[in-house]
Protein backbone atom coordinates (compact mmCIF):
# COMPACT_ATOMS: atom_id res chain seq x y z
CA UNK A 1 0.00 0.00 0.00
CA UNK A 2 1.65 3.16 -1.48
CA UNK A 3 1.20 6.41 1.03
CA UNK A 4 2.53 9.78 1.44
CA UNK A 5 2.31 12.71 3.71
CA UNK A 6 3.69 15.94 3.49
CA UNK A 7 4.77 18.09 6.47
CA UNK A 8 5.62 21.66 6.79
CA UNK A 9 5.62 24.26 8.64
CA UNK A 10 2.27 26.11 8.49
CA UNK A 11 3.04 29.79 8.64
CA UNK A 12 6.31 31.89 7.71
CA UNK A 13 7.41 35.15 6.57
CA UNK A 14 8.33 36.78 3.29
CA UNK A 15 12.02 36.02 2.71
CA UNK A 16 12.36 32.91 4.74
CA UNK A 17 12.78 29.92 3.29
CA UNK A 18 9.98 26.91 3.14
CA UNK A 19 11.31 23.53 4.01
CA UNK A 20 8.53 20.34 3.26
CA UNK A 21 9.09 17.04 3.87
CA UNK A 22 7.45 14.26 2.42
CA UNK A 23 7.35 10.62 4.09
CA UNK A 24 6.42 7.97 1.90
CA UNK A 25 5.82 4.15 2.66
CA UNK A 26 4.84 1.35 -0.24
CA UNK A 27 8.08 2.17 -2.28
CA UNK A 28 11.28 3.26 -1.98
CA UNK A 29 13.34 5.66 -4.51
CA UNK A 30 16.33 3.52 -4.37
CA UNK A 31 14.05 1.36 -6.59
CA UNK A 32 14.78 1.97 -10.75
CA UNK A 33 12.01 4.25 -12.33
CA UNK A 34 10.79 5.60 -8.92
CA UNK A 35 10.49 9.37 -8.55
CA UNK A 36 8.88 11.94 -6.27
CA UNK A 37 7.26 15.11 -7.45
CA UNK A 38 6.11 18.21 -5.59
CA UNK A 39 2.66 20.52 -7.01
CA UNK A 40 1.23 23.11 -5.14
CA UNK A 41 -2.12 24.66 -5.44
CA UNK A 42 -3.11 27.97 -4.42
CA UNK A 43 -6.81 27.85 -2.53
CA UNK A 44 -9.52 28.15 -5.40
CA UNK A 45 -7.18 27.80 -8.18
CA UNK A 46 -5.10 25.42 -10.17
CA UNK A 47 -2.24 22.88 -10.30
CA UNK A 48 1.41 23.79 -10.64
CA UNK A 49 4.40 21.57 -10.69
CA UNK A 50 7.10 22.33 -9.25
CA UNK A 51 9.92 19.60 -8.90
CA UNK A 52 11.03 15.99 -9.80
CA UNK A 53 13.91 13.87 -8.31
CA UNK A 54 14.12 10.61 -9.34
CA UNK A 55 15.90 6.94 -7.75
CA UNK A 56 18.93 8.06 -9.64
CA UNK A 57 18.95 11.64 -7.79
CA UNK A 58 18.36 13.18 -11.42
CA UNK A 59 16.16 16.17 -10.71
CA UNK A 60 13.75 18.55 -12.33
CA UNK A 61 12.82 22.21 -11.45
CA UNK A 62 9.80 24.24 -12.70
CA UNK A 63 12.09 27.12 -14.67
CA UNK A 64 9.38 29.79 -13.38
CA UNK A 65 10.39 29.45 -10.32
CA UNK A 66 14.28 30.27 -11.27
CA UNK A 67 16.85 28.89 -8.81
CA UNK A 68 14.44 29.04 -5.86
CA UNK A 69 13.83 25.47 -5.40
CA UNK A 70 16.08 22.12 -3.96
CA UNK A 71 14.36 18.87 -4.40
CA UNK A 72 16.35 16.02 -2.53
CA UNK A 73 16.00 12.74 -0.86
CA UNK A 74 16.61 10.44 1.75
CA UNK A 75 16.15 6.78 0.37
CA UNK A 76 16.78 5.38 4.04
CA UNK A 77 14.90 6.82 5.56
CA UNK A 78 11.94 6.99 2.48
CA UNK A 79 11.39 10.56 2.32
CA UNK A 80 11.69 13.55 -0.41
CA UNK A 81 12.22 17.12 0.56
CA UNK A 82 11.31 20.58 -1.37
CA UNK A 83 13.29 23.80 -0.01
CA UNK A 84 11.32 26.79 -1.31
CA UNK A 85 13.85 30.16 -0.79
CA UNK A 86 12.55 33.72 -0.43
CA UNK A 87 8.96 33.00 0.31
CA UNK A 88 6.57 35.86 -0.49
CA UNK A 89 2.62 35.77 -0.29
CA UNK A 90 2.35 34.26 -3.68
CA UNK A 91 4.00 30.48 -2.28
CA UNK A 92 1.01 30.57 0.10
CA UNK A 93 -0.69 27.27 -1.23
CA UNK A 94 -1.03 23.81 -0.56
CA UNK A 95 1.67 21.77 -1.20
CA UNK A 96 1.67 18.13 -2.23
CA UNK A 97 3.74 15.20 -3.37
CA UNK A 98 3.24 12.26 -5.46
CA UNK A 99 4.74 9.62 -6.54
CA UNK A 100 5.67 9.62 -10.07
CA UNK A 101 5.12 6.12 -11.47
CA UNK A 102 5.87 4.52 -14.77
CA UNK A 103 3.71 2.48 -17.42
CA UNK A 104 4.56 1.82 -20.84
CA UNK A 105 7.11 4.63 -20.34
CA UNK A 106 4.29 6.76 -19.73
CA UNK A 107 5.50 9.38 -16.62
CA UNK A 108 2.41 9.92 -13.64
CA UNK A 109 1.66 11.21 -10.30
CA UNK A 110 -0.55 7.86 -9.82
CA UNK A 111 -0.53 8.26 -5.29
CA UNK A 112 -0.60 11.79 -3.90
CA UNK A 113 -0.39 12.93 -0.39
CA UNK A 114 -3.14 14.69 1.30
CA UNK A 115 -1.46 18.10 1.00
CA UNK A 116 0.20 20.16 3.73
CA UNK A 117 -0.92 24.21 3.50
CA UNK A 118 1.64 26.23 3.96
CA UNK A 119 0.55 30.70 4.88
CA UNK A 120 3.52 33.18 3.97
CA UNK A 121 2.13 36.49 5.65
CA UNK A 122 4.41 39.13 7.89
CA UNK B 1 6.10 25.83 -21.89
CA UNK B 2 3.17 23.74 -23.03
CA UNK B 3 -0.17 25.71 -22.65
CA UNK B 4 -3.37 23.42 -21.84
CA UNK B 5 -6.22 24.79 -22.38
CA UNK B 6 -9.50 23.30 -20.65
CA UNK B 7 -12.88 23.73 -21.01
CA UNK B 8 -15.46 24.39 -20.24
CA UNK B 9 -13.98 26.20 -16.84
CA UNK B 10 -17.76 24.73 -15.27
CA UNK B 11 -20.28 22.05 -15.97
CA UNK B 12 -23.49 21.16 -15.03
CA UNK B 13 -24.99 17.88 -15.31
CA UNK B 14 -28.15 15.66 -14.63
CA UNK B 15 -27.65 11.91 -13.24
CA UNK B 16 -27.07 9.67 -16.09
CA UNK B 17 -26.16 12.08 -18.42
CA UNK B 18 -22.86 11.65 -20.60
CA UNK B 19 -20.52 14.39 -20.52
CA UNK B 20 -16.87 15.66 -22.09
CA UNK B 21 -14.38 17.71 -21.00
CA UNK B 22 -11.75 18.86 -23.37
CA UNK B 23 -8.31 19.46 -23.18
CA UNK B 24 -6.21 21.26 -25.80
CA UNK B 25 -2.63 21.79 -25.88
CA UNK B 26 -0.52 24.07 -27.60
CA UNK B 27 1.44 21.95 -29.06
CA UNK B 28 1.97 18.03 -29.90
CA UNK B 29 2.00 15.76 -27.02
CA UNK B 30 1.74 12.72 -28.16
CA UNK B 31 -0.65 10.96 -25.98
CA UNK B 32 1.40 12.12 -22.56
CA UNK B 33 -1.93 13.08 -21.15
CA UNK B 34 -3.39 12.57 -18.03
CA UNK B 35 -6.50 13.51 -16.45
CA UNK B 36 -7.07 13.92 -12.57
CA UNK B 37 -10.49 14.61 -10.38
CA UNK B 38 -10.21 16.58 -7.61
CA UNK B 39 -13.27 16.54 -4.79
CA UNK B 40 -13.59 19.44 -2.05
CA UNK B 41 -10.86 19.26 0.33
CA UNK B 42 -8.77 16.70 -0.83
CA UNK B 43 -5.54 15.53 -3.22
CA UNK B 44 -6.44 14.92 -7.07
CA UNK B 45 -6.64 11.10 -8.12
CA UNK B 46 -5.47 10.02 -11.12
CA UNK B 47 -8.45 8.93 -13.45
CA UNK B 48 -6.29 8.35 -16.87
CA UNK B 49 -3.23 8.32 -18.26
CA UNK B 50 -1.42 8.07 -21.60
CA UNK B 51 -4.67 10.02 -22.97
CA UNK B 52 -7.06 6.83 -23.18
CA UNK B 53 -5.95 4.14 -19.92
CA UNK B 54 -8.25 3.72 -17.11
CA UNK B 55 -6.01 3.71 -13.79
CA UNK B 56 -7.11 0.58 -11.88
CA UNK B 57 -10.03 0.96 -9.65
CA UNK B 58 -11.04 3.75 -11.87
CA UNK B 59 -15.05 3.33 -12.54
CA UNK B 60 -15.46 1.99 -16.55
CA UNK B 61 -17.92 4.94 -17.28
CA UNK B 62 -14.66 7.03 -16.99
CA UNK B 63 -12.47 7.47 -20.46
CA UNK B 64 -10.05 9.23 -22.21
CA UNK B 65 -9.51 9.85 -25.80
CA UNK B 66 -7.48 12.07 -28.20
CA UNK B 67 -4.38 12.89 -30.06
CA UNK B 68 -1.73 15.06 -31.20
CA UNK B 69 -3.36 18.65 -29.40
CA UNK B 70 -6.33 17.36 -28.69
CA UNK B 71 -8.23 15.08 -25.69
CA UNK B 72 -11.04 15.18 -24.32
CA UNK B 73 -12.53 13.21 -20.77
CA UNK B 74 -16.03 11.54 -21.00
CA UNK B 75 -18.08 10.40 -18.51
CA UNK B 76 -20.61 8.28 -19.86
CA UNK B 77 -23.52 8.57 -17.30
CA UNK B 78 -23.11 11.19 -13.90
CA UNK B 79 -22.99 9.56 -10.99
CA UNK B 80 -23.31 11.98 -7.91
CA UNK B 81 -19.71 10.62 -6.37
CA UNK B 82 -18.19 12.21 -10.16
CA UNK B 83 -18.77 15.76 -8.66
CA UNK B 84 -15.54 17.67 -8.46
CA UNK B 85 -12.93 19.35 -10.16
CA UNK B 86 -10.89 17.78 -12.98
CA UNK B 87 -7.66 18.38 -14.13
CA UNK B 88 -6.02 17.61 -17.08
CA UNK B 89 -2.04 17.34 -17.42
CA UNK B 90 0.71 16.84 -19.76
CA UNK B 91 3.93 15.03 -19.27
CA UNK B 92 5.66 15.26 -22.45
CA UNK B 93 8.23 18.12 -21.55
CA UNK B 94 9.21 19.85 -19.03
CA UNK B 95 7.52 21.76 -17.08
CA UNK B 96 4.77 19.50 -16.70
CA UNK B 97 1.66 21.52 -16.95
CA UNK B 98 -2.09 21.34 -16.06
CA UNK B 99 -4.67 22.85 -16.84
CA UNK B 100 -7.17 25.35 -15.39
CA UNK B 101 -9.66 22.78 -14.53
CA UNK B 102 -13.32 22.52 -14.62
CA UNK B 103 -15.81 22.41 -12.04
CA UNK B 104 -18.45 19.41 -12.58
CA UNK B 105 -21.43 19.66 -10.76
CA UNK B 106 -24.97 17.68 -10.73
CA UNK B 107 -28.47 19.04 -11.59
Known amino acids: QVTLKESGPGILQPSQTLSLTCTFSGFSLSTYGMGVGWIRQPSGKGLEWLAN???????YYNPSLKNRLTISKDTSNNQAFLKITNVDTADTATYYCARIGTIAAILLFDYWGQGVMVTVSS | DIQMTQSPASLSASLGETISIECLASEGISSYLAWYQQKPGKSPQLLIYGANSLQAGVPSRFSGSGSGTQYSLKISSMQPEDEGDYFC?????????FGAGTKLELK
Open chain 1, 53 to 59: IWWDDDK
Open chain 2, 89 to 97: QQSYKFPYT
